[in-house]
């Protein structure tokens, strides 16, 4: 079991995946959780039906 606080880097262990599934990831909250995610190195991906988030808070993401 892993223990996950604030300051633990979220890919730093064997036993977490490295592919998360982020849910309303073109709105606010999802879209600052892929940046972070992200930047820990894991792979992630984003569902969003985009009925009130905007493909414009993930474009810097976006390949
Ligand atoms: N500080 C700021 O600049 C700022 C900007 C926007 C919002 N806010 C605040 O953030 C809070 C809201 O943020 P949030 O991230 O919870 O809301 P949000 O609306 O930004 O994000 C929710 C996301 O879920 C998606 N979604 C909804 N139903 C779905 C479904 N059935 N399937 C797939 N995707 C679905 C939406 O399209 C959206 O992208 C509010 O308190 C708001 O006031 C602050």
Redesign the pocket.
């Known amino acids: 079991m892993a223990i996950i606080n604030s300051s633990t880097p979220l890919n730093s262990g064997n036993s977490i995946a490295a592919r998360v599934l982020i ?8 879209s600052h959780l892929c940046d972070r995610f992200i930047k820990e190195g894991y792979e992630v991906i984003g ?8 493909l414009n808070n993930i474009q810097h993401l976006l390949n």
Do not use: K
């Open positions: 849910t309303g990831a073109a709105g606010f909250l999802g569902m969003d039906n985009l009925i009130t988030g905007d």
